[in-house]
């Protein structure tokens, strides 16, 4: 690393907290799936920001819509209506198919809302005890960092010294419809689910297993919540994720691409039944709604369907997929994935999947490591054919090296 890159890391070191271990290069400008560092170097996004830059960096469109709202109003709050926010819950509910929708800010507090509002629904509609509500949550799940999502992670990294937790959580394996079928009990309001397990390192369900879990939510009259901060918008070559099962959930979360990465917005979308139970003054945000996000949105939005990025992620991802398949290597275990969200499991002894990402770094591309052994892939949804073979070129010398 240069002078200049040393001095921004070692400036982050002294002052930041050390909650993250970032790979060792400073960006300073991105445009489409390219970014570059503040040396000129140019690489790959494979990471898109864990899926919040789908519809590429510095979307023109998308930076139009937000500079032209920055002039005119940015924030209200939702003491006052907007002219910005009826029209993004109206965008939003036409592409999704939703009925009632919550806007907030980051993914987690989507996920948060969505906790409070089906426990409120439990009580009032489905008639569970007060304070007895339950909820389903999946093993190596990954919803956000608050105290509350914390509470039912199975990662120790994650919960190690945070406690005490929050009640009224039952976890299970991902992709066993059977063990959700023996958890639920009349309590259980909602089953908590992200329909590929991001995080976790790109798990995929067995196929019609999401369509079982539908069946079982509604035979016992519990809401099914997706969480579809990573996967939706596109990320898997459809709109959502539970399209590829031809399912619908009662409750769908977004966020991430929901702003092409230039704001942070997140949703909760609901049937009537869920957000219908909210009344002024039991939940809010100051920035949730506000018209510059709405603006954002409903730009982000509009260029994922007009450019044909979700088409593209489909068509793409394969292409990927296939060529991730072609590469020998002995460091390989496995590779899977859905439209562009993509992974390479390594072998425990070839190493750690960092080392992998540096040597990717050397050779122009930016893909991040999870739990120690995968390399997650996921590059913005506008990527080309020759873009995706270039990067597998790279992939596939890196992948032969030992690195162990």
Excluded at 63 to 77: D, G, I, K, P, Y
């Amino acid at each position: 690393m240069s002078a200049s890159v040393i001095d921004f890391v070692a400036t982050e070191a002294r002052f930041g907290a050390h909650n993250y271990e970032p790979i060792g290069v400073v960006l300073a400008r991105g445009e489409g799936v390219w970014v570059w560092d503040t040396e000129g170097n140019r690489y790959l996004d494979c990471l898109s920001a864990y899926s919040a830059v789908s519809q590429g960096h510095c979307h023109p469109k998308i930076l139009a819509a937000m500079v032209e709202q920055a002039h005119r109003l940015t924030l209200t709050s939702r003491a006052f209506h907007n002219d910005q926010l009826a029209l993004f819950y109206e965008e939003v509910a036409a592409l999704t198919g939703s009925h009632k929708v919550l806007p907030m800010n980051s993914g987690a507090e989507a996920v948060e809302s969505a906790i409070k509002s089906v426990r409120k629904w439990g009580y009032e509609v489905k008639g569970v005890p007060d304070g007895q509500a339950e909820i389903i949550v999946c093993a190596n799940n990954f919803h956000g960092r608050t105290l509350g999502i914390v509470g039912f992670s199975t990662d120790p990294e994650t919960r190690g010294h945070f406690g005490p937790f929050a009640p009224g959580f039952k976890v299970i394996p991902f992709g066993d419809a059977a063990a959700l079928k023996e958890a639920i009990n009349p309590n259980t309001v909602a089953f908590l689910v992200e329909p590929i397990q991001g995080e976790a390192g790109v798990v995929i369900p067995p196929a019609g297993y999401f369509t079982e879990v539908r069946e079982l939510c509604t035979a016992n009259n519990v809401m099914l919540v997706l969480d579809e901060i990573q996967t939706g918008l596109g990320r898997t070559g459809k709109l959502l994720a539970e399209q590829h099962e031809g399912i619908e959930a009662d409750v769908t979360l977004l966020g991430k691409a929901l702003s092409g990465g230039f704001y942070p917005v997140s949703a909760v979308l609901s049937n009537n039944e869920v957000l219908g139970t909210l009344r002024p003054g039991q939940h809010g945000s100051t920035f949730g709604g506000n018209p510059l996000a709405c603006a954002v949105a409903r730009a982000a939005m509009r260029v994922l369907v007009e450019e044909g990025m979700i088409d593209n992620a489909a068509r793409q991802g394969e292409r990927f997929l296939s060529g991730l398949k072609d590469i020998r290597a002995n460091a390989i275990r496995e590779v899977r994935g859905r439209g562009l969200m993509l992974a390479v499991e390594l072998h425990p002894e070839a190493g750690r999947a960092r080392r992998y990402c540096e040597a990717l770094q050397a050779k122009g591309i930016l893909a991040k490591d999870t739990h120690e052994h995968t390399i997650r892939i996921a590059p913005p949804l506008v990527i080309t054919s020759d873009q995706v073979d270039w990067a597998l070129e790279r992939l596939a010398t890196t992948l032969t090296q030992d690195l162990s």
